[in-house]
């Protein structure tokens, strides 16, 4: 079972980025999916998830409105639109399969790919 994420990268404030994770090993279809990110010196937090269908969504406060996680089934991937980036955004970001709709700790999840880095400069 692997999640590849890819997509991160170096952008300014104000800029966007789109984050995908192909999921293999298995068929994820029926996954509600999630993405984290983890700053320098923080904890790992939550930032959105998504259900099987793509039609139930929700998001952290902080990117409410920002970013917006989206899938294909057909291609096992899910995607993170990042747009209006801030500073306060850079982190490596992960994304999760397998988890609890609604929940945003970690341990809810329980395949894990190896994380993007995005930078955002000011």
């Known amino acids: 079972v692997q999640l590849q994420a890819s997509g991160g990268g170096l952008v300014q404030a104000g800029g966007s980025l789109r984050l995908s994770c192909a999921a293999s090993g298995r068929t994820f279809s029926r996954d509600v999916m999630g993405w984290f990110r983890q700053a320098p010196g923080k904890e790992r937090e939550f930032v959105a998830g998504?259900?099987?269908?793509?039609?139930?969504?929700y998001y952290a406060d902080s990117v409410k409105g920002r970013f917006t996680i989206s899938r294909d089934n057909a291609k096992n991937t899910v995607y993170l639109q990042m747009n209006s980036l801030k500073p306060e955004d850079t982190a490596i970001y992960y994304c999760?399969?397998?988890?609890?709709?609604?929940?945003?700790?970690?341990?809810?999840?329980?395949?894990w790919g190896l994380g993007t880095q995005v930078t955002v400069s000011s």
């Open positions: 999760a399969a397998d988890g609890t709709y609604g929940a945003t700790t970690s341990t809810s999840y329980d395949y």
């Open positions: 998504i259900n099987w269908s793509g039609r139930s969504t």
